[in-house]
C-alpha cells in the first residue's frame, strides 16, 4: 500500500510537467507600485490594491489607533459579543457607499459569496452562473444544492435562452462578477437586470473589483450603472482591492441583511473581523468617496497604457478597468515572459489554466493608483522585448 504522500506526488508532478505549480514569493515590504519580493526589488503591476490605500498613512494611523484602544482580535462573532461600534459604523458606511439600506461584514469574499447563495438558494432553485465567475460563486451554487446552468461570458442571447425554458424553479438567481478578475471586463448589468425583471430571477453581483474603481464616487458597478435596489437587489463587495484592507460585506434590503443574519451559516458561525481593520476601512471608505483625484489619476493610467500598448501591437484583451490582461495563449509563452519581466524588475500575473480557461494564458497586468506614467512607460518597453512574437 503506497503511503499518503505518494498517492499525493503524481498529481504534483503533474503541474510541474504542465508549467502550472503555484509558488508562493515572499514579500518584505508594504504594498505599494515597488515592492520586494525574495529579498529584489520590483516594480509590481501585480496587486488588487488599485487605489493604493494599504498603506495609505492615514488609513495605518486608524488601524494603529483602534489597536490601541480595542486590541488584536474581536474575540468572538457579530452574534454573540464581537461585533463593536467600529463593525457597526463600518456596515453604515458601506451601505451608504453603495446606496443600500443596509450592510453586513463577512470575513472573507469567499465567505459572503457562499454565504448569501446557500442562505437564498436550495433544491428546486436554479442559478444561472456566468461560466468567467470567480471559484467562490462556482462553489457557493455547487454547495447550495440548487440547480446551477452556466450561460457563455457576458451572452445576454445564451441567458435569456436560458431562463426562458425554465418553468419549474421555485427562485431563480442570476449571478455575475461585476468585473471579471481574469478578463477585467465589466459585465452588461443593466440588460442582466432588465433581463431578471423579465423573467421573475433575482440580480447578484460580486463587485470584489468594480468598488472604488467604478462610478463618481466609487460606488462599483451599481453606482456606474445606475441601478436602485430594485434593479440589483444583491451586491457582494470585497474591502481588500480598493479598500486596501481585509475583509467583505453584502449590501440590499434591510429585509435581505435580517435574512443572512439568521440563515448565513458563514456568518454566523465565524469570528468577526478585528476591531483595528474596521477602522482602518472606514477611513479607506471616506477616501474613496471624497479624494476623487486618485480615482481619476487611475483611469487616466488605464487609458494611457491602452493607448501605449495599441501602438506597440501588444496582444492586449478589452478591459477598460485596471485589470489589464496580455493574451499570450501558450504556458511556456506566459511564463518566459514574466520571468524576463522579472528578470528586468517588473513584476506581473503570470495566469494559466485551471484559473483561466486552456488556452488561455496571459499576464494579468494591474495598475493602481500609485503607478506613474514613467512607470507605464517602463513596462510598455519591458513588454515590447519580453513577449517572444514582439
Not at 505549480?21 to 519580493?37: E, F, K, L, N, Y
Request: aromatic content about 4%; some cysteine; overall charge negative.
Amino acid at each position: 500500500m503506497p503511503s499518503f504522500d505518494e498517492e499525493l506526488t503524481p498529481a504534483l508532478e503533474q503541474r510541474k510537467s504542465e508549467l502550472r505549480h503555484r509558488q508562493r514569493g515572499v514579500s518584505s515590504s508594504p504594498a505599494g507600485a515597488r515592492i520586494t519580493v525574495d529579498q529584489q526589488s520590483y516594480l509590481a503591476f501585480s496587486s488588487n490594491d488599485y487605489l493604493g490605500l494599504a498603506n495609505h498613512p492615514n488609513v495605518v494611523s486608524a488601524m494603529q489607533t483602534a489597536a490601541s484602544d480595542y486590541g488584536v482580535g474581536s474575540g468572538a462573532s457579530h452574534l454573540v459579543n464581537g461585533h463593536t461600534e467600529l463593525h457597526h459604523q463600518l456596515e453604515i458606511a458601506l451601505a451608504k457607499l453603495v446606496k443600500r439600506e443596509k450592510a453586513l461584514l463577512f470575513s472573507t469574499g469567499y465567505m459572503a459569496n457562499l454565504g448569501v447563495v446557500s442562505a437564498l438558494m436550495g433544491r428546486g432553485d436554479t442559478i444561472f452562473q456566468d461560466r468567467l465567475n470567480h471559484a467562490s460563486l462556482i462553489d457557493a451554487g455547487i454547495l447550495s444544492r440548487a440547480k446551477v446552468k452556466r450561460f457563455r461570458h457576458n451572452d445576454i442571447g445564451h441567458l435569456e435562452s436560458l431562463l426562458s425554458q425554465d418553468t419549474t424553479s421555485n427562485r431563480k438567481l442570476v449571478v455575475v462578477d461585476g468585473v471579471f478578475s481574469m478578463d477585467g471586463d465589466i459585465a452588461p448589468l443593466a440588460d442582466l437586470s432588465a433581463l431578471c425583471r423579465q423573467h421573475n430571477a433575482r440580480l447578484m453581483i460580486d463587485d470584489a473589483h468594480g468598488l472604488g474603481v467604478l462610478g463618481q464616487q466609487g460606488g462599483g458597478c451599481a453606482e456606474h450603472f445606475g441601478l436602485d435596489n430594485e434593479s440589483l437587489p444583491i451586491i457582494m463587495g470585497t474591502l481588500g482591492k480598493s479598500l486596501g484592507t481585509f475583509g467583505a460585506f453584502v449590501a440590499g434590503s434591510a429585509a435581505l441583511i435580517d435574512t443572512f443574519v439568521q440563515f448565513a451559516r458563514p456568518y454566523i458561525y465565524t469570528t468577526a473581523l478585528p476591531p483595528a481593520v474596521a477602522a482602518a476601512t472606514l477611513e479607506s471608505v471616506s477616501i474613496v468617496r471624497d479624494d476623487s483625484a486618485r480615482r481619476q489619476h487611475l483611469h487616466h493610467l488605464i487609458g494611457y497604457f491602452r493607448k501605449q500598448a495599441a501602438a506597440a501591437d501588444l496582444p492586449l484583451m478589452d478591459s477598460s478597468t485596471p485589470i489589464q490582461p496580455v493574451l499570450l495563449g501558450d504556458d511556456k509563452n506566459v511564463m518566459q515572459t514574466a520571468n524576463t519581466l522579472r528578470e528586468n524588475g517588473i513584476l506581473v500575473g503570470a495566469i494559466r489554466p485551471p484559473t483561466v480557461p486552456e488556452g488561455t494564458g496571459r499576464l494579468r497586468i494591474t495598475l493602481n493608483a500609485n503607478h506613474s506614467v514613467a512607470d507605464i512607460d517602463l513596462l510598455i518597453d519591458s513588454l515590447k522585448l519580453a513577449i517572444p512574437s514582439i
